[in-house]
């Protein structure tokens, strides 16, 4: 028994020692196989980029598992139950324990506010093993989580690193190479599995993109419940659509949206959350197709709401005091402009506005519609569904379910 108690500190210690000397490379060698995979997936190489997802993943797993253990070097030491949980504390703890006071004021002095620095300036010293071990682990999980959310906090510290041991967008794009392959049932497998490391992801929001995935998925499988089941899987994370307490800002949406018209919507509410507007395009659209239209009303205005709202606030980066108006006021503006031209674009505004038209009608709101008809109809550039919604200005025609 005493034998193992000696053994484990001698243990981490090591670990702290293994991470020092290889940190940087094996960082560099992540991102290089990851971005190397995407090249060669981009290729057609699969078999060759699935080599290079797998290395990356296999990587960052070794790293923050050699990081996990050299925090649990520092967190079982007598500097550590000084530190009261702190982050910044225990490194003052140990940096107490290898400077003199004077060469603390100056390390302190020369890094500023920056702790990013004051790190880098420690690891330039002669450092005892767990405190060279900690910085380089910390340092590591600064490169992919703030100290905001970190907290100042050990315990989070190290939940971040055992959590970034896992690697979701390499597992994404392995499952993207077997869909590419034919073998969809390993890619669903991947994109589950990326889903459940969703906390690990670098970018927030793009931890849904394995639930738009296995939408698209479905979608190609023609199973349309749990193609649904997905895009409403990414609309709970959106308080907006899912909170119980917003449930009468909700209602009062929709009220307005059928009853006052666009315009109104528009210049009464903002609704913010990129991640969100694929899913609340998709479901709209899908609900409309399939004979749901009543459902289908909200979720399409909302995602219109999200586009328009990203315009009005790039709008008003160049006009501070501009306030929205009328939607051919602001389709004018976006039309002017290319960079919020590419932005309607690539984001199918005008099919987007066009089908809440249709669903607004079918649902009874035939003034609202027609005013989004004709706007559409109006704009020199909306193309088919220009066309279209002329069309439907002259004979309205309610979508057949074509759909299950």
Not at 38 to 64: I, P, V
Not at 140 to 156: H, I, Q
Not at 296 to 309: D, E, F, H, P, S
Request: with cysteine; hydrophobic share 40%.
């Amino acid at each position: 028994m005493n034998r193992t108690l000696r053994f484990r500190p001698a243990a981490l210690v090591a670990a702290a020692l293994m991470l020092a000397p290889c940190l940087g490379a094996v960082e560099s060698k992540v991102w290089v196989e990851f971005e190397n995979g995407k090249r060669l997936f981009r290729q057609k190489e699969f078999g060759q980029a699935l080599n290079a997802f797998r290395s990356a993943a296999n990587e960052r797993r070794r790293m923050f598992e050699d990081a996990s253990r050299a925090l649990a070097a520092a967190v079982d030491s007598p500097q550590a139950r000084k530190s009261g949980g702190s982050i910044l504390a225990l490194v003052d703890e140990f940096a107490k324990e290898n400077f003199l006071a004077s060469e603390l004021d100056q390390i302190n002095t020369r890094a500023g506010s920056s702790l990013r620095k004051k790190i880098d300036l420690l690891r330039q010293r002669r450092l005892t093993d767990r405190f060279r071990g900690y910085l380089d682990a910390l340092y590591l999980t600064l490169e992919y989580r703030t100290f905001d959310e970190l907290g100042d906090s050990l315990p989070n510290l190290q939940n971040a690193a055992a959590a970034l041991a896992m690697y979701p967008e390499a597992e994404f794009w392995i499952g993207r190479v077997f869909q590419a392959e034919g073998e969809l049932r390993l890619a669903e497998i991947q994109y589950s599995r990326a889903w459940d490391m969703r906390e690990a992801y670098e970018i927030s929001d793009e931890r849904f993109t394995p639930l738009y995935a296995l939408a698209d998925l479905y979608r190609t499988r023609g199973d349309f419940l749990r193609m649904e089941e997905q895009y409403l899987a990414v609309v709970r994370h959106d308080p907006t659509a899912s909170d119980p307490k917003n449930e009468y800002l909700r209602n009062a949406m929709l009220n307005t949206l059928t009853k006052d018209g666009f315009d109104k919507f528009m210049s009464l509410y903002r609704t913010e959350g990129d991640f969100a507007v694929r899913a609340y395009d998709a479901l709209g659209t899908f609900w409309y197709e399939s004979g749901r239209q009543g459902k289908a009303v909200l979720y399409l205005g909302l995602g219109v709401n999200r586009i328009l709202t990203k315009a009005i606030d790039a709008v008003r980066s160049d006009e501070p005091t501009y306030a929205y108006n009328r939607l051919t006021e602001l389709m004018g503006r976006i039309s002017a402009r290319r960079d919020l031209e590419e932005f309607a674009r690539n984001a199918e505004l005008n099919r987007l506005l066009f089908t809440l038209a249709d669903a607004l009608y079918a649902n009874g709101s035939r003034g609202p519609a027609r005013d989004l008809w004709r706007t559409l109809s109006e704009l020199p550039d909306s193309g088919i569904w220009g066309t279209r919604s002329a069309s439907q200005l002259r004979a309205p025609v309610v979508k057949v379910p074509a759909l299950p």
